[in-house]
């Protein structure tokens, strides 16, 4: 089984995962970066789904810390509603798959 963190501060969306990824997956909720950073140092994840827009500061913070301290161990999936092309593109310079 899969472990995934989802890093997302939307009860709706994070209804939505749980209910889709439970099944198959062990998946953890995060709902701020300060959340997300603990969760993420405590354990090693299969996958990471990550919102841009948090609470406390962009999504962008923890790929690029995920990114540095564990290069290529996991994909970072980008769940956001951040949709313009300059947005995509950031999220991918910054590491996301």
Known sequence: ???VLAVE???ETQFLLKREL???HKIEFAFDLKSAKE???SDVW???ILDRMLPDGDGIELLELSKR???SQYPVIMLTACDTLEE???GLS???D
């Open 46 to 48: 299969d996958i990471v």
């Open 9 to 11: 501060d939307n009860i």
């Open 1 to 3: 089984m899969a472990k």
């Open 88 to 90: 995509r593109v950031k």
């Open 94 to 96: 910054a590491g996301a």
């Open 39 to 41: 969760l993420f140092q």
């Open 69 to 71: 301290e564990r290069p």
């Open 22 to 24: 439970s099944s198959h």
